[in-house]
């Protein structure tokens, strides 16, 4: 009986369109292992630029936690770790945020939950064309697909050259990378790709690559200091919320007797790298005008293909690819001309910087005026 409900939720959970509650009341340990497994451990196939949010119910107040085990927000996490998700307090129901997941206790409702924003099979190449937010539009998207490393690198600093707009576009492509491996595997096992994913899998270019670019550039940026104030609080607690989650799996593994060396060390290395993000001085916050350093070196740069193009003669390789970075030059110039200097994920920047703003004081209580006697 209990094979056929965990079963029944976890073809409900890839069946699901829209976002979704899910009562774990009455599963164990095992159970929960079994639905993760079934229910994320591919992506779930949706209509291409949606997202949903799956929702655990995990627990509550007097009224209702003797029907929840204990160790439940354990368990989700332990498993969704070992799936490849990652435990972000900022998820949320955006593509993004895809293989995430954060716990939430509801004081409103007096109920705990696990929010899981679940890895999916959306095509960036399908998705709505105009810009939301001034987040990543598709055809940029197109664009750092088919892109040469090069290329990709002069786009995403362009566009993108605050350390949360990298971590951001990082997570895109992380998800991107995932369904690269999907087509690789059907491939090697002799299964023919659908158009639209042929036509995604045709257009990547060395996207691992790429994806190691960007890793190694938020590290630079970290050993350089280069946070705002904002993305130091924010980065701070992404990682504090890591250390339950392995704290848990040490303990755990100590229950059934293995060998925790290395979990031990990984939960070091995180409480180390912690305490050396907060004592980072951070970086001034890019203003909400425009730059005009920055608007002065678009100009510098397009006279200098200006250039180029009116040489005479056949055109060598580096001129070249000094031409193929115009487009994007071109179109961020006359944006901030425009007065408009938002680049990729801007309003993930904007909430992540409204961390690091100072909280306005109340104000305080008017004193009554004295009443005037007759």
Known sequence: MSESKTHGMATAIRA???????????????????????????????????????????GGGKKVRQKYEETLARDLSMNLIALGYEDDRGASCCLECQGSFKYQHDTDKDLKFMHVFPKVEALPEEEKEEEQGGDL???????????????FREMVNINAPSFIQKRSLMRVMKGVASRFEEF??????????????????????????????????????????????GEQLWLVADMQDK???????????????????????????????????????????????VDN???????????????????????????????????????????MEAGDCAG?????????????????????PSKPKPVASG
């Open 137 to 151: 539009p598709a055809e940029s998207m197109r664009g750092l697909l088919a892109a040469e490393l090069q290329l």
């Open 184 to 229: 690789d595997k059907k491939l090697i096992n002799n299964e023919q790709l659908e158009p639209a994913e042929q036509e995604l899998y045709d257009r990547g270019v060395v996207i691992s690559d790429k994806t190691e670019w960007l890793e190694q550039s938020l590290q630079q940026m970290i050993t350089a200091g280069q946070l705002t104030k």
């Open 344 to 364: 990729w994920f801007d309003s993930k920047v904007k909430e992540v910087e409204a961390l690091g703003k100072p909280k306005k004081k109340a104000a305080a």
């Open 16 to 58: 699901l369109k829209d976002s979704e509650d899910f009562d774990l009341a009455g599963y164990d340990s095992a159970q929960v292992a079994t639905l993760l497994t079934a229910s994320f451990s591919s992506p779930i196939p949706l209509t291409a630029g949606t997202m949903i949010r799956v929702t655990f119910v995990i």
């Open 293 to 335: 350093k920055e608007l002065q070196q678009l100009r510098d740069k397009m006279k200098a293909m200006c250039k180029i193009e009116s040489k005479k003669g056949l055109m060598n390789l580096d001129d070249s690819r000094e031409l193929a970075k115009k487009p994007q030059i071109e179109e961020r110039l006359k944006k």
């Open 243 to 289: 250390v339950p989650a392995l704290a848990g799996l040490i303990e755990a593994q100590k229950e059934k007797g293995k060998k925790t060396e290395k979990l031990e060390a990984q939960l070091a290395t995180v409480l180390a790298k912690v305490e050396a993000i907060a004592g980072i001085v951070p970086i001034p916050s890019r203003g909400s005008g």
